[in-house]
């Protein structure tokens, strides 16, 4: 008991003593003030009092009241007073609870709310539960979540509004067809959107148009190399001189990816050069329209090489390619050539047995917060496909990271010397959102690789590009060695096994560290502790069904490295979403539904999972919430 409420109860017991003392007994009993004490002394003991009339909430406020994605999250307050004990106080926005605590003790609740919602008006409703189950709630408050490339919230990226009525690229997302306001020069399945080129002064119609969810500046994106010295055809295998202080990936593993097919999304490859002799099965050409395999820039073979060129140079020679070429010969596309480019591998990834996707291409510069390109790919990996995405070539500063290398899904790999210093323009984290990046490192500093237009002849390029084909050749040895494993596991392993390098643990320089392609084909042969995937055990629900207004304790017991456990309340008119913690930390989950203001019925309540590299697991539970007694 702290000294305050040692005050507040000698006050009262005085009062109430002075009261008891008066000659009149009806005095008391007539007293309001005595009255007003008596009942808060009682409460002050028996907090479980029932008064009959439910909490007031008043003073709410949501600060700021707009956030964009990616932003700092928004402070919630309310006050809430009961002449009891207040149980539980909760903003409900976008159908997420979110706790609300008061830490002073002076009737002052306040929770947050990420920015982790889609764009749009958010309604915030306070629900306050007093310890005898009276329950009052406020719908006052407002919180509206933007897209940071259209602050204004009228469907157009802010920038496409400063261009005038000039022709433009632009990337339609929306329900629907386009066709009674413009023909559409591409439509995508990754995401539900069109490619157009048209006169800025449509775009507001276009906004309006039934279906449409926003328009969008069709980027360019560049390859992620700097090119180095030429050397001749008779270039020997890279040297194995001098100091090498992290495992080179290219080196003799025992496994040569035999039997995994890996799509690479680049400027080609010449298939007439003798490392990729037999190597591509398939060649799409977005560009010049051409069947045969060619490579008029030269980084697409530098690439291929990389993942299956001959033994030495290529990390997996026995692999498979499949090319898909969307830059041209300037080394340059649009965002539409890379979502065309991702359709194309998901439409033939049965076809070709395509299991991996090297995707050496970024932004022009750092990233400013979710794109569509890595909605896209994370979708790519959904659909289980193991994606690896350069970090980008605009280090050394904080937060340099280019899309899709923000991504949450993918491998995003950044690039060092083979002694595991830093690629000195490696692209750095964290990430828009805060979520730290790249997830490893591997070489790319010198790095030698075949030549484009020569039979045999090989240069030097150093990048984030070059790191990216090695991590998608070590991703296609594990899979040879173990093809059961899903993108989840494959991203664990890797970054799992990986050698810490530079501050001691996970960075924004180094991510994990260094690419371990030994330690990871050793680990999957004979599984080390901590590499097992997580695993949600058991769902408890502390009563099979309760009276509308009666709290129910779910608890689950999961195992392994978890982001994030959440329960959801899944109702005949209603859903929502309740965070889960492990107060402490012995593996138990736990999480209250208030169901206060629910419908009766039949409800399920679904425990999901999710991993830290991705991992998802679930289960439910069936519930029954019934009429209030």
Request: one cysteine or more; proline letters at 6%.
């Amino acid at each position: 008991m702290n000294f305050s409420s040692v005050v507040y109860f000698i006050l009262l017991a005085g009062l109430l003593s002075c009261a008891a003392a008066f000659p009149v007994q009806n005095a008391l009993d007539n007293n309001k003030a005595s009255i007003w004490f008596e009942k808060e002394y009682v409460n002050y003991f028996k907090p479980n009092a029932d008064d009959g009339k439910p909490p007031v909430i008043y003073g709410v406020s949501v600060s700021p009241s707009a956030l964009k994605v990616g932003a700092p999250r928004s402070e919630i307050n309310a006050f809430v007073h009961d002449v009891g004990s207040i149980d539980m106080v909760y903003a409900d926005i976008g159908n997420r609870m979110n706790l609300m605590l008061d830490l002073n003790q002076d009737h002052r609740y306040t929770g947050y709310c990420g920015s982790n919602l889609p764009p749009g008006a958010y309604k915030v409703t306070i629900v306050a539960i007093d310890k005898a189950g009276n329950a009052a709630k406020d719908e006052s408050a407002t919180l509206t979540i933007r897209d940071p490339k259209d602050l204004n919230s009228n469907g157009i990226e802010d920038s496409l509004e400063k261009q005038g009525g000039k022709d433009m690229k632009v990337i339609v997302i929306h329900d629907g067809n386009l066709s009674n306001v413009a023909p559409a020069i591409d439509r995508f399945h990754i995401l539900p959107g069109s490619a157009l080129t048209v006169s800025g002064d449509k775009l507001e119609k276009i906004a309006r148009t039934n279906g449409v969810k926003g328009i969008y500046k069709d980027q360019k994106l560049k390859i992620l190399a700097l090119p180095g010295p030429t050397d001749g055809p008779s270039n020997p295998s890279p040297s194995r001189e001098g100091s090498w202080n992290i495992d080179d990936p290219r080196m003799d593993k025992g496994f040569t990816g035999e039997g995994v097919t890996v799509a690479l999304i680049d400027t080609g490859a010449d298939g007439e050069h003798k490392a990729l002799a037999g190597k591509i099965v398939a060649f799409k050409d977005f560009v010049n329209n051409q069947t045969d395999s060619y490579d008029d820039n030269g980084h697409g073979t530098h690439c291929a090489s990389l993942v299956a060129g001959e033994k030495g140079t290529g990390v997996a020679p026995g692999a498979k390619l499949v090319v898909i070429k969307v830059m041209d010969q300037e080394g340059a596309c649009y965002l539409s050539d890379a979502l065309n480019a991702l359709d194309w591998c998901l439409e033939n990834k049965e076809r070709y047995g395509i299991r991996v996707v090297s995707f050496s291409v970024g932004g022009e510069s750092p990233s400013d917060g979710t794109s569509l390109l890595d909605e896209a790919c994370n979708k790519i990996v959904e659909n289980g496909l193991v994606m690896c995405v350069a970090a980008g070539n605009s280090g050394p500063a904080a937060s340099s990271i280019v899309i899709p290398g923000d991504a949450e899904n993918v491998i995003t790999v950044g690039a060092v010397d083979r002694s595991g210093n830093i690629f000195e323009l490696s692209s750095r984290g964290p990430t828009a959102n805060g979520d730290t990046k790249p997830d490893l490192v591997t070489l790319g500093v010198d790095v030698v690789s075949a030549l484009a237009g020569s039979k045999n002849g090989k240069s030097s390029i150093s990048g984030t590009s070059m790191a990216v084909p090695q991590v998608s050749g070590a991703v296609a040895l594990l899979l040879q060695a173990r093809s059961d494993l899903a993108p989840a596991d494959l991203k664990r392993v890797l970054l799992k096994t990986a050698d810490d390098l530079g501050p001691s643990g996970l960075d924004n320089v180094y991510g994990y560290g260094a690419l371990n392609l030994t330690g990871a084909l050793q680990s999957i042969s004979a599984p080390l502790p901590g590499l097992s995937p997580p695993v949600l055990e058991e769902v408890k629900l502390n009563r099979k069904d309760a009276s509308v207004g009666e709290p129910v304790m779910i608890e689950a017991q999961a195992l392994g490295d978890i982001r994030t456990i959440n329960a959801n309340i899944i109702g005949p008119d209603r859903n929502m979403e309740i965070p889960m913690d492990d107060f402490d930390g012995n593996g138990i989950f736990s999480a209250r539904w208030e169901t206060s203001f629910w419908t009766p019925g039949d409800y399920q309540v679904k425990v999901d999972l999710l991993g830290k590299f991705g991992e998802v697991d679930d289960k439910t539970v069936p519930f029954r919430l019934l009429e209030k007694g």
